[in-house]
Every structure is written in C-alpha cells, then in structure tokens.
C-alpha cells in the first residue's frame, strides 16, 4: 500500500492528504504565488481549500511566518483571487 502525504493547514492545524490542500509558494525572488501541481521550487506552505481558513491565515500572520518573509497586502489580494478562480 503507498504511503499518502500528509500537510498540516497553516491557520487551523488540522492534518489533512497533500492533494487535498493548496499549497503558496515563495521562490528565490521572493515572489508568492499559488501552486496547484504542488511541485513548484520554493518554500511551500499549506492551506485548506476553505475561505475561512484563508482569512485566519492573514489574521494570524501564518504566512509571514512560514514563507519567512513580509508580506504585502496586494499579494494576499492576488493569492485570493486565485484561490476564488481555482474553486
């Protein structure tokens, strides 16, 4: 039987199957962006496919914290937008 990899949300902790999590990425550039293949180079970062997670991640500042990096609001807008279209 294969081993299924799991990730844990950044904002609500809970473990779930990588597939089933949208992983954010930051490159060597530092730019974020949304990676759907999941095998993007970067640091990589998981949320739930859940607009409420979404909103706690920024509220508790998980991304700053586990991208290690600062993160403007217009990038969180663009992340949103992605998210909303890829639903």
């Given at each position: 039987m294969k081993k299924i990899?799991?990730?844990?949300?950044?904002a609500?902790?809970?473990?779930?199957?990588?597939?089933?999590l949208i992983r954010v990425v930051k490159n060597?550039?530092?730019?974020?962006?949304v990676d759907?293949?999941?095998k993007a180079n970067g640091r990589g970062a998981y949320i739930c496919k859940d607009k409420n997670c979404f909103?706690?991640?920024?509220?508790?500042?998980?991304?700053?914290?586990?991208?290690?990096t600062k993160i403007e609001d217009e990038?969180?807008?663009?992340?949103?937008?992605r998210l909303d279209e890829h639903e």
């Open positions: 990899p799991m990730r844990k949300c950044i609500c902790g809970v473990q779930k199957p990588k597939k089933e060597k550039e530092n730019e974020v962006s759907f293949t999941g909103d706690l991640a920024i509220k508790k500042n998980a991304f700053n914290r586990a991208l290690e990038v969180f807008e663009k992340l949103k937008e």
